[in-house]
């Protein structure tokens, strides 16, 4: 599906939800070699989920942020929404996490995830800095996990 989506396809969609030129250029640049459906995706992406949902923990006073970034070889998926859930229960192994995620998916990626999240559960606390002025946030990728501060805020600077 990403590869039918056209520079026209873009420039619509910009259109449509008033998204600046200057924006998409920057989308580009961070992603050398990307098809048009892929920046596409992460314009959508940020324009419905990531740029509100900072504005929400930058309202709150103890939240935690996380993004997944382990990118699924199946379809050209990436990290696509909905990805992380075989990882975050440890159900890789099932028929529908299998067609998203494919055989080869890190169980040591699920292990960190899902441990995280029965921490949260049990303690509220599921093992990195809960979400402040520097903007701490687990990205969850294969090799390893890691805390990574205002990822990506060039982009997310855009839409402010």
């Known amino acids: 599906m990403v590869d ?4 026209l396809t873009i420039r619509l969609a910009m259109l449509k939800f008033k998204i600046k030129g200057r924006t998409a250029k920057v989308y580009r640049a961070n992603r050398p ?3 048009h459906g892929e920046i596409l995706g992460a314009l959508a992406t940020d324009l419905l ?3 509100p949902l900072n504005r929400l923990a930058d309202a709150r006073k103890k939240t935690f942020v996380y993004e997944f970034g382990w990118r699924s070889p199946m379809e050209r998926l990436g990290a ?3 990805l992380e859930i075989g990882f975050v229960f440890d159900t890789l192994r099932t028929p529908g996490q299998l067609v998203l995620a494919g055989p080869d998916a890190p169980q040591e990626l699920a292990d960190a995830m899902h441990h995280a999240w029965i921490a ?4 509220g606390d599921p093992g990195w800095p809960s979400w402040d002025e520097t903007r701490p946030a687990m990205l969850f990728d294969h090799p390893c996990p890691t ?4 990822i990506r805020d060039d982009e997310l600077n855009l839409w402010r």
């Open 120 to 123: 949260f559960a049990t303690s």
């Open 49 to 51: 989920l990531r740029v």
């Open 80 to 82: 696509c929404h909905a």
């Open 4 to 7: 039918r989506v056209t520079r």
């Open 147 to 150: 805390v990574v501060r205002a």
């Open 33 to 35: 070699g990307a098809l």
